[in-house]
């Protein structure tokens, strides 16, 4: 394969990537830093994109470069960690949020986004709304990844108010995408009542902590119910809620909108590996679509089941 030819493969990719309505020289002008006649001179084949260029489009755009060159091997695809690592546990997890919130600027139109997530815990988008159920998600995955050292009580952690706001950022982005779906497992709340016993048996957390944490997670279960009831979230973007009649391993998630696809995987306790692969894309999304024969949709609709759903979950917080 030539240059001329993988320079042309390169061009029609990203002609098929932007929305439609989207000037490619615009985009292509942002995201290399390069003028507006420099840009055209590639997009007419007079001067090729250099492999940095290359490699800065296919990030931001989705664009696998080793099937567009042919070296890719068939069921083979290229994930991202999402890990960024610093000596501050805090600006490590801050660090990870902001690359999620960059994977959503390449959206053009939210309204235009379909979302899918089969979760088997409370995703991390509810639980960000609440102080002290962000501090101990951040006390548990640092007591995973790091030493215990750095985090000794929970009343001995304090989150600074720029990662608060990151959250708040985050939260924000998916509620304002146009359509989203969630399917539950039915033992939603027992993952993190489980957690929280436990650092309780290593007394990292006392009394004290234990109330707040289960009053919050019985304010977020009133959220979760008006939410269900009403089928929106309190941006006004319509949700729908189903309940899985089975388990499943792990949780996963899909976004799409024309020329956007992204698949995330949960891993790492507050971090998702991520992949733009259209081949990753269209397995996850089947799968998780396969879900819907095995589940009951509980959001403006069985009212029954979402009464009983919410009681059960009720019955595994005030365990606490």
Same mark, same amino acid.
């Given at each position: 394969?030539?240059?001329e030819?993988?320079?042309?493969?390169?061009i029609?990719?990203?002609?098929?990537?932007?929305?439609?309505?989207?000037?490619?020289?615009?985009?292509? #002008?942002?995201?290399?830093?390069?003028?507006?006649e420099?840009?055209?001179?590639?997009?007419?084949?007079?001067?090729?994109?250099?492999?940095?260029?290359?490699?800065?489009?296919?990030?931001?755009?989705?664009?696998?470069l080793?099937?567009?060159?042919?070296?890719?091997?068939?069921?083979?695809?290229?994930?991202d960690?999402?890990?960024v690592?610093?000596?501050?546990?805090? /600006?490590?997890?801050?660090?990870?949020?902001?690359n999620?919130?960059?994977?959503?600027?390449?959206?053009?139109?939210?309204?235009?986004?379909e979302?899918?997530?089969?979760?088997?815990?409370?995703?991390?988008?509810?639980?960000m709304?609440?102080?002290?159920?962000?501090?101990?998600?951040?006390?548990?995955?640092?007591?995973?990844?790091?030493?215990?050292?750095?985090?000794?009580?929970?009343?001995?952690?304090?989150?600074?108010?720029?990662?608060?706001? !990151?959250?708040?950022?985050?939260?924000?982005?998916?509620? /304002?995408?146009g359509?989203?779906?969630?399917?539950?497992?039915?033992?939603?709340?027992?993952?993190?009542?489980?957690?929280?016993?436990?650092?309780?048996?290593?007394? #990292?957390?006392?009394?004290?902590?234990?109330?707040?944490?289960?009053?919050?997670?019985?304010?977020?279960?009133?959220?979760?119910?008006?939410?269900?009831?009403?089928?929106?979230?309190?941006?006004?973007?319509?949700v729908?809620?189903?309940?899985?009649?089975?388990?499943?391993?792990?949780?996963?998630s899909?976004?799409?909108?024309?020329?956007?696809?992204?698949?995330?995987?949960?891993?790492?306790?507050?971090?998702?590996?991520?992949?733009? /692969?259209?081949?990753?894309?269209?397995?996850?999304?089947?799968?998780?679509?396969?879900? !819907?024969?095995?589940?009951?949709?509980?959001?403006?609709?069985?009212?029954?089941?979402?009464?009983?759903?919410?009681?059960?979950? !009720?019955?595994?917080?005030?365990?606490?």
């Amino acid at each position: 394969m030539t240059t001329e030819q993988i320079n042309n493969g390169l061009i029609e990719i990203m002609r098929e990537k932007v929305p439609a309505g989207t000037n490619l020289a615009r985009v292509l #002008m942002d995201l290399l830093c390069i003028g507006k006649e420099a840009v055209y001179r590639r997009l007419r084949g007079e001067v090729p994109f250099t492999l940095a260029e290359a490699a800065i489009v296919s990030g931001k755009l989705g664009i696998s470069l080793d099937k567009l060159v042919g070296s890719g091997r068939e069921g083979n695809a290229v994930f991202d960690l999402n890990i960024v690592r610093y000596e501050n546990p805090v /600006d490590t997890y801050y660090a990870m949020i902001d690359n999620y919130l960059r994977l959503f600027e390449g959206i053009a139109d939210p309204s235009a986004v379909e979302t899918g997530t089969a979760a088997n815990i409370i995703p991390q988008m509810f639980t960000m709304k609440y102080e002290m159920l962000s501090r101990f998600r951040f006390a548990k995955w640092v007591y995973q990844n790091q030493t215990r050292e750095h985090v000794r009580t929970l009343d001995e952690l304090v989150l600074p108010d720029r990662l608060y706001q !990151k959250q708040a950022e985050y939260v924000a982005a998916l509620q /304002d995408f146009g359509f989203t779906y969630y399917i539950w497992d039915s033992m939603l709340f027992n993952s993190l009542v489980n957690d929280i016993k436990y650092f309780v048996s290593i007394n #990292m957390l006392n009394d004290r902590n234990v109330a707040r944490l289960r009053e919050e997670l019985q304010a977020l279960l009133e959220e979760m119910y008006v939410m269900c009831s009403t089928g929106h979230f309190r941006s006004g973007r319509e949700v729908q809620i189903y309940i899985s009649n089975i388990n499943f391993e792990a949780t996963y998630s899909y976004i799409e909108t024309r020329g956007y696809l992204l698949s995330m995987l949960k891993a790492f306790s507050v971090s998702s590996m991520t992949s733009r /692969d259209e081949g990753v894309f269209n397995n996850l999304k089947q799968w998780i679509r396969s879900l !819907k024969k095995f589940s009951i949709l509980i959001s403006q609709s069985g009212e029954m089941h979402r009464i009983q759903f919410f009681a059960r979950q !009720k019955e595994i917080v005030n365990t606490l």
